[in-house]
């Protein structure tokens, strides 16, 4: 038997071509009962309930009904055939053949078939409608229960601004209990800002935004008003625009935050000044009194003048011992010849300081021990070039002073193996001596009392009223003493 042998073996009566052809064919189930009992079904009817319509022919109607809906049913059928005004639509839950349940949309409506009174019955399967609904039901039931937990407001209006839905943490803070439906949602808000707010909802409804966000001041039931920030995306079912969704939440505690932090942020900065201006004051009093201690020390390096020439810088012997205890643990043998050196460029301070001259080539001997030592503490961040002609080396200098004019540099510039600082000792064609260095100024470095200096030329005077010159340029200082050169002039 084919597919439609099963289904098409009872008879509509003569409705003409064209109308059997569209029940036949249509997507509805199409029945006629008579007595109770099956006259005609179409193969959408047969389909929908799993049955042949052979199968369907040989049972009473009332055996496709639920025991939850046999009575009504058959009442309304009853009445229908009596003439009664009976609804014409209807839901209700027929068994499919395996056992299981078919919602349908029925329409009834009597007929005369064969002469006698009968139902028409136009069904629709409704089953995946029904169970969508249900399902959309217990979701938004849902939604609504877990909303209720949330300490923000959660809102819902339709497209005219009205509200559909609010929590309970929104009825509570709008004091507006369950009676909110229908009322405008910029009502929580102060007048000011209703028309923002309602401007923000159109504009996201009618461009589809994914979603709004802004800053509000909210009314609260008791009257007072506090900042919220409301969040809101657009709501659509089977694709058409509904209304809008989101969040209102309280921002007081953040509003509040901000505040505290602009008002610490303000007294810090006059926090900030204040020790800016005590730095300022106690600068000051430690520079006053910094000068005077300078103007103090002055004074009396002056007043030991005759006892600190010819002596070297107590510091180089603290640094030069300090140089030998590292060099003892490391290198045992360049310590025992800086041990010489140091012990030679002590002898020469022993044997000439009370000498007012010296020849140039003891000089440069002791300076000779004197650089080496200060190679080994510097290593490569100090170059001294000596370049004098053995001719000009019979000539006299005060003893210690080329000793001190290399001091003074090191003293008063900064060095490094990448910029070096670069001494150079030489005699001009006046018989000067020349020692000039490369200016790279330490950046923070001790005020000078020119001690040293004034050491040197002090010492000149009282020699022979000769005068030293010293030239500071952008790049280079420029000591120049005098040399006693008649000896070397007559060699």
Request: proline share 3%; aromatic share 8%.
């Amino acid at each position: 038997m084919s597919f439609s042998d099963k289904y098409t073996c009872c008879q509509l009566p003569d409705l003409g071509d064209l109308y059997r052809t569209m029940i036949e064919q249509s997507r509805d189930g199409i029945a006629i009962t008579q007595d109770g009992r099956f006259k005609y079904v179409n193969e959408s009817f047969c389909e929908m309930l799993g049955y042949f319509a052979s199968e369907l022919l040989e049972m009473p109607g009332s055996a496709l009904l639920t025991d939850r809906d046999r009575d009504r049913m058959m009442n309304q059928h009853f009445r229908r055939m009596d003439g009664d005004m009976v609804p014409t639509l209807d839901v209700t839950t027929l068994v499919h053949k395996d056992g299981s349940e078919v919602i349908i949309e029925m329409s009834a409506t009597s007929i005369v078939y064969d002469d006698r009174k009968a139902s028409f019955i136009s069904a629709r399967d409704i089953t995946d409608r029904v169970k969508m609904q249900a399902d959309l039901e217990k979701s938004e039931q849902r939604f609504r229960e877990l909303t209720d937990f949330l300490p923000q407001t959660v809102y819902e209006m339709d497209t005219e601004g009205r509200l559909i839905y609010m929590n309970l943490a929104g009825q509570k803070a709008f004091g507006t209990g369950e009676n909110y439906t229908g009322i405008a949602s910029g009502n929580g808000l102060i007048p000011a800002d209703r028309g923002r707010l309602e401007e923000n909802l159109r504009l996201a409804m009618l461009s589809g935004s994914t979603g709004i966000s802004d800053e509000y001041l909210a009314i609260h039931a008791d009257g007072s008003t506090f900042p919220v920030m409301i969040y809101g995306t657009p709501m659509y079912q089977d694709g058409k625009l509904i209304g809008s969704r989101g969040l209102i939440i309280d921002i007081s505690d953040r509003k509040a935050m901000e505040e505290e932090l602009r008002k610490t942020h303000k007294r810090l900065e006059e926090i900030n000044q204040l020790l800016e201006q005590k730095i300022d004051e106690r600068t000051r009093e430690l520079t006053e009194t910094n000068t005077l201690l300078l103007k103090v020390q002055k004074e009396n390096l002056q007043s030991r003048f005759d006892v600190l020439k010819q002596q070297v810088n107590p510091h180089f012997l603290f640094n030069s011992l300090n140089v030998l205890t590292s060099l003892i643990k490391i290198e045992p043998d360049l310590a025992e010849k800086f041990t010489e050196q140091l012990a030679k460029v002590y002898r020469y301070v022993l044997e000439n300081r009370d000498n007012e001259l010296v020849a140039l080539s003891t000089e440069l001997d002791f300076l000779d021990a004197y650089v080496f030592l200060l190679n080994i503490r510097f290593l490569d961040k100090l170059k001294v070039n000596i370049d004098i002609p053995d001719h000009r080396k019979s000539a006299e200098v005060i003893p210690l002073a080329v000793q001190l004019l290399i001091e003074n540099a090191i003293k008063h510039n900064s060095m490094s193996k990448k910029s070096p600082l670069v001494i150079d000792i030489f005699i001009d064609d006046k018989c000067n001596l020349n020692v000039v260095n490369n200016l790279q100024e330490r950046e923070a470095r001790i005020t000078s009392t020119g001690v040293g200096l004034k050491n040197i030329e002090n010492r000149y005077k009282l020699l022979n009223n000769s005068d030293t010159e010293f030239i500071k340029t952008d790049k280079q200082f420029i000591a120049r003493i005098p040399l006693m050169c008649d000896k070397a002039k007559t060699r």
